[in-house]
């Protein structure tokens, strides 16, 4: 077994039914071994056509995104440092930033919904994730 697919069986911890497809792209680093890890956890795996990189648009533009939006701003110092960097962003992305294709609508919000009128917003808070590299904005108590 490879050590990517070593890797990938100690990141799955347990977590395997959560998932029933994983669609990939044909990179080297996906070994034979990789494959069979997902399939004995009951993960099918569909590979991307050669050559279609719009085949795998929605992660494609997830990379785009998080690369434009926080990683392209900050030094990166190891992996564990990039995991808690894309943990934040994640939970930021999902909780709190604006989607255009939900018309500028959050995933997942956690707050109360918008005042009819902009006359009860009295004070709005700031609040810095990553150092100040992302910012999200909540109604002051």
């Not at 004995?40 to 050669?50: D, Q, T």
């Not at 934040?88 to 500028?104: D, E, K, Q």
Request: charged residues 25%.
């Amino acid at each position: 077994m490879s050590q990517a697919a070593r890797n990938l069986l100690m990141d799955l911890d347990g977590q395997a039914d959560h998932f029933r497809v994983l669609i990939r792209d044909r990179d080297a680093k996906f070994s034979a071994a990789f494959d069979s890890v997902l399939a004995a956890a009951g993960i099918r795996v569909i590979k991307i056509p050669p050559r279609a990189p719009k085949a795998n648009a929605f992660a494609e533009r997830w990379v785009r995104t998080v690369r434009a939006e926080c990683l392209d701003w900050m030094l990166v110092w190891n992996r564990r440092h990039l995991e808690e960097i894309l943990s934040t962003y994640v939970a930021h992305y999902n909780t709190a930033r604006p989607h255009r294709g939900l018309n500028l609508d959050i995933p997942a919000a956690q707050s109360p919904p918008r005042p009819a009128s902009p006359a009860p917003i009295r004070h709005i808070e700031r609040v810095d994730l990553l150092g100040g590299v992302v910012h999200e904005y909540r109604h002051a108590a």
